[in-house]
């Protein structure tokens, strides 16, 4: 009886590993990508998220450990306008049979400031994302595995419904500091602003990395003080020269938000998005 139940208890832990190294790869650009992700398929899929927590997206550099996570998998979610274009390299390389869903060619950009181009930074609007994204989302899962494309739709559904709980919460956090001034390293927060009615006053880099002249910077010292702005937000993974200077200058205090977030995948974003939204209410009360 013992040898018999011990040899059932293996074959058990055995099937039980091989449906687990039999699930499908799906593979997204950056936190909240994968977390959305993990929220649609639970155990229907192995999720995982290219760029580390921490890291700058525009200055990423995929190791070649990376190349071989996406030869195993099916379906990769890039931003694109941009923001990623290093997850298509990589792509490239890593062949196979991978789907590759650029989101950006699903939602409504906004047209960037002062350059050609648009906007990537579409996933700090949750009703954008409710409303585009999670289509887009399900119609890429429905393709690459059919099988579960009902529990998937399923999913979407009931997370559509979470992010207009999402949006009704932020709308009344941020309420107290609609119509609120605040200055920018860069231009991620427009989305995000327009939402729930905050005005991105000035910009320190347009183009992330350029210098600005000298006749730049004192234009731009002046705006910030003209703007009325009670924060210039910073990101917690790229140190700006320029915006310690301009705090120095005008008195304006530095505050550091993180557009693209980090940790656990199930219920991130919600996370992500109401941390951002007490950073704010913090920065321009």
């Known amino acids: 009886m013992f040898s018999a139940s011990a040899l059932l208890l293996v074959l058990q832990f055995a099937f039980a590993a091989s449906a687990w190294a039999a699930q499908p790869k799906v593979v997204a650009t950056i936190f909240p990508l994968a ?10 899929a192995e999720v995982e998220q290219l760029l580390p927590a921490g890291a700058n997206p525009h200055m990423f550099e995929p190791p070649p450990a990376q190349v071989r996570a996406l030869s195993q998998a099916i379906l990769l979610v890039t931003v694109g306008a941009g923001l990623d274009d290093w997850a298509g390299k990589i792509a490239v390389a890593a062949g196979g049979n991978l789907h590759v869903l650029r989101l950006a060619d699903r939602v409504p950009l906004l047209p960037l400031t ?10 700090l609007d949750p009703i954008l994302v409710r409303d585009h994204v999670m289509p887009a989302l399900t119609d890429a899962l429905a393709r690459v595995a059919p099988q579960h494309a009902g529990a998937h739709a399923a999913r979407a559904r009931q997370w559509s419904e979470e992010l207009s709980r999402l949006d009704e919460r932020l709308r009344q956090e941020l309420a107290p ?44 010292v002046e705006q910030v003080r003209r703007s009325g702005a009670r924060a210039l937000i910073v990101e917690p993974y790229v140190f700006s020269k320029v915006a310690s200077q301009i705090a120095a200058e005008t008195g304006i205090r530095l505050v550091t938000v993180d557009p693209f977030g980090g940790g656990a995948l199930h219920g991130g974003y919600i996370r992500l998005m109401e941390a951002n939204a007490r950073a704010f209410v913090e920065a321009l009360r």
Do not use: C, N
């Open 177 to 220: 500091v609609r119509g609120r001034a605040y200055i920018a390293v860069h231009s991620a927060w427009r989305y995000f602003a327009h939402r729930y009615g905050l005005v991105e006053a000035a910009t320190v880099e347009p183009v992330p990395g350029r210098e600005l002249s000298a006749k730049e910077m004192i234009a731009l």
């Open 35 to 44: 977390s959305w992700l993990a929220e649609l398929t639970e155990d229907t």
């Open 114 to 123: 002062g350059e050609q181009g648009r906007d990537p930074h579409f996933w």
